[in-house]
């Protein structure tokens, strides 16, 4: 148990030296850099093709799957400089594969968005160099998920509530969504619908508002 605990330890050391050293690395490039972390479906993808178009500065675009390239070819195809990174398995990035990725893009004067792995879970627990979380949810998964995956809304900088358009068709009990958010964190909670676009002004006037 304990050389268990031992190498978890030089993981999570390795991997927040890495990340200290790129952030530094972006600043010095003028990059603010942006992690994106959501559940598997709940429309991470699609906000950012929201947002993207409407930020006054150039994207990049660290898209994070276990396999696949299918949302790196949609941001590419619409003029969004992109790249993949597949982790075989693993539910999360990490520093390493993220500055690797930076390189890859040669990030400069802009806005780089990680999108991390669809998991509530794993991706909170990681520094991956970026300046903000923006945690991701909707309607459709349950007022229940501040009380399940607290970390997740712990560490989150800014909350989209996602497909606000369908609340007059789901069970969705806002005020206990709200209760369970507040009791972890006082980050501003932003109602968003990517498909409509619904909301994605105020999510980008909160982004242009931190941004140094």
Same mark, same amino acid.
């Given at each position: 148990?304990?050389?268990?605990?031992?190498?978890?330890?030089?993981?999570?050391? /390795?991997?927040?030296?890495?990340?200290?050293?790129?952030?530094?690395?972006? /600043?010095?490039?003028?990059?603010?850099?942006?992690?994106?972390? !959501?559940?598997?479906?709940? !429309?991470?993808?699609?906000?950012?093709?929201?947002?993207?178009?409407?930020? &006054?500065?150039?994207?990049?675009?660290? /898209?994070?799957?276990?396999?696949? $390239?299918? @949302? *790196?070819?949609?941001?590419?195809?619409?003029?969004?400089?992109?790249?993949?990174?597949?982790?075989? !398995?693993?539910?999360?990035? @990490?520093?390493?594969?993220?500055?690797?990725?930076?390189?890859?893009?040669?990030?400069?004067?802009?806005?780089?968005?990680? /999108?991390?792995?669809?998991?509530?879970?794993? &991706?909170?627990?990681?520094?991956?160099?970026?300046?903000?979380?923006?945690?991701?949810? !909707?309607?459709?998964?349950?007022? @229940?998920?501040?009380?399940?995956?607290?970390?997740?809304?712990?560490?989150?900088?800014?909350?989209?509530?996602?497909?606000? @358009?369908?609340? &007059?068709?789901?069970?969705?009990?806002? $005020?206990?969504?709200?209760?369970?958010?507040?009791?972890? *964190?006082?980050?501003?909670?932003?109602?968003?619908?990517?498909?409509?676009? $619904?909301?994605? $002004?105020?999510?980008?006037?909160?982004?242009?508002?931190?941004?140094?």
């Amino acid at each position: 148990m304990s050389s268990e605990i031992n190498v978890m330890e030089s993981i999570y050391s /390795e991997n927040e030296k890495i990340a200290d050293e790129l952030k530094e690395e972006l /600043e010095n490039k003028n990059v603010f850099s942006i992690n994106v972390l !959501g559940a598997p479906g709940i !429309g991470k993808t699609s906000t950012l093709i929201q947002l993207i178009p409407k930020i &006054p500065y150039k994207s990049f675009v660290i /898209e994070g799957d276990i396999a696949s $390239d299918l @949302d *790196t070819q949609k941001l590419n195809a619409l003029g969004i400089q992109t790249v993949q990174i597949n982790t075989g !398995g693993a539910c999360h990035l @990490d520093s390493p594969f993220i500055r690797d990725a930076a390189e890859n893009l040669n990030v400069q004067d802009g806005i780089m968005w990680i /999108e991390n792995i669809g998991n509530l879970v794993c &991706p909170a627990e990681f520094f991956i160099g970026e300046h903000i979380k923006m945690l991701i949810v !909707g309607v459709t998964e349950g007022s @229940d998920k501040p009380y399940k995956y607290p970390l997740a809304f712990e560490k989150a900088d800014v909350i989209l509530l996602n497909k606000c @358009d369908l609340l &007059p068709y789901v069970d969705f009990d806002e $005020d206990f969504f709200m209760a369970g958010v507040r009791k972890l *964190t006082n980050a501003p909670v932003i109602h968003i619908s990517s498909k409509s676009g $619904d909301g994605i $002004d105020e999510a980008v006037n909160w982004i242009l508002s931190v941004k140094k």
